[in-house]
């Protein structure tokens, strides 16, 4: 399943071919989030859910959770 999506990793995570790192793919008006160690666990979300939850971490809705 995800051999055909064509996964993207930020440029922070290095040249050293870091697999600690989230990649991310848009498929068929989603977008997929995965964890770079292990591939075969996708998340599904949608561009506004994702939006919303960037804008809440950088805003610091997360610093101090329950």
């Given at each position: 399943?995800?051999?055909?999506?064509?996964?993207?990793?930020?440029?922070?995570?290095?040249?050293?071919?870091?697999?600690?790192?989230?990649?991310?793919?848009a498929a068929?008006?989603?977008?997929?989030?995965?964890?770079?160690?292990?591939?075969?666990?996708?998340?599904?979300?949608?561009?506004?859910?994702?939006?919303?939850?960037?804008?809440?971490?950088?805003?610091?809705?997360?610093?101090?959770?329950?």
């Amino acid at each position: 399943m995800t051999d055909a999506i064509s996964w993207q990793k930020s440029s922070f995570s290095g040249a050293d071919n870091n697999q600690s790192c989230i990649e991310l793919a848009a498929a068929n008006g989603s977008i997929k989030m995965r964890e770079g160690d292990d591939p075969d666990v996708v998340v599904t979300t949608s561009v506004p859910k994702l939006r919303a939850f960037v804008l809440g971490v950088k805003a610091g809705e997360f610093d101090h959770p329950i």
